[in-house]
């Protein structure tokens, strides 16, 4: 094999980072203030980042448990005692939805005004999603969500892959993790749901094509009840076939990452192989994609003022909770799903 330099690899997400970084307000302060509806694990992780953002400001948070409003006063922030204080509008730009308190309340931060950021679309319906989506249009407001897992180098560098032609037309992707000590879940969704969403959004990335069929099992723990492990199989529009499987009962500790095969080229852990005319396999590592310290949120200002962004939308996450959806129906049936 021969190991040839390859020029950095840019992703794209990151080349339009400068057009979304607006400039502060004249008293130094951030252009865009933000409400947070839920102080669990993941309301707690989007108030500690926006305090690391020159350009987003959480201004006030609300959860029902009073002990976890006491402890966000200590970010600096208002702590409201009722949910109609961060929907009522007029006190922030926009409201990041981490707790599943379902459409409702999703309606009614757009109905005062306000951008969405779902943090766990997976817990709506597509006919939930598709709706608060079309509400965001007819009010010309933003709705998206938060998949912080999109943005990894992998996922970054296997996309960048596939858009350099080097691969040829992607027939096979896969991925397996089988680590048994995976991060702890947020309630009972289970794996599937809280892993296969992201998953799934970064496959998404990678295959230009729309799944036309499913096939699913998954393995549920005897003791919690939610599931513990899960296999889907895949095909596409374009003749493209991918396969995920996650065991987080597994004692094996291994992760392939993504791994694409192409008619020209193949990928693997952030690396581009490719053959000669007389058979040799040239192995050509990618560099790291350039990106922002926090893409997504460097992204929201542009979302929220109307301007080109890479964000997903509701109608995004719909789609992917579809093919959630036939997953499990086609592990209780134990036949192929067509979408």
Not at 206 to 214: F, M, N, R
Not at 248 to 254: A, P, Q, V
Not at 298 to 319: F, N, T, V
Request: contains cysteine; charged residues 20%.
């Amino acid at each position: 094999m021969t190991h040839p330099s390859v020029p950095n690899v840019m992703c794209s997400i990151a080349s339009d980072l400068s057009s979304s970084d607006l400039a502060v307000r004249a008293d130094g302060r951030p252009s865009w203030k933000v409400g947070i509806v839920g102080l669990g694990t993941q309301g707690l992780y989007q108030l500690e980042r926006t305090r690391l953002n020159s350009q987003i400001e959480a201004a006030i948070v609300y959860d029902p448990d009073p002990r976890k409003r006491q402890f966000a006063t200590g970010f600096g922030v208002i702590a409201a005692d009722e949910l109609s204080r961060v929907t009522a509008g007029g006190k922030t730009d926009a409201v990041f939805l981490t707790d599943p308190l379902g459409a409702e309340t999703a309606s009614a931060i757009l109905e005062s005004g306000q951008h969405l950021v779902l943090d766990r679309p997976w817990t709506l319906t597509c006919e939930e999603l598709q709706s608060i989506q079309t509400r965001a249009e007819s009010a010309q407001l933003s709705a998206t969500y938060f998949c912080p897992r999109r943005w990894t180098a992998d996922v970054l560098c296997a996309a960048e892959a596939v858009r350099s032609g080097r691969l040829g037309n992607v027939y096979s992707v896969q991925y397996l993790s089988c680590i048994r000590h995976l991060p702890p879940l947020s309630g009972s969704a289970g794996v599937l749901r809280e892993f296969g969403f992201d998953l799934l959004d970064q496959l998404r990335a990678l295959v230009a094509a729309q799944p036309i069929s499913v096939f699913g099992k998954m393995v549920a723990d005897p003791q919690r009840g939610d599931d513990r492990a899960f296999l889907a199989v895949m095909e596409f529009q374009n003749q493209c076939r991918a396969e995920i499987r996650i065991d987080s009962r597994s004692r094996l500790g291994f992760r392939t990452g993504w791994m694409l095969e192409g008619t020209s080229g193949s990928y693997r852990g952030e690396r581009l192989l490719t053959e000669t005319l007389d058979g040799e396999i040239v192995d050509q590592p990618l560099e790291r994609p350039v990106c922002h310290a926090d893409p997504f949120l460097a992204e929201l200002p542009a979302a929220w003022q109307g301007q080109p962004c890479r964000l997903p939308s509701l109608r995004d996450a719909a789609s992917i909770v579809a093919v959630i959806n036939a997953i499990e129906q086609s592990s209780r049936t134990g036949e192929v799903v067509r979408l």
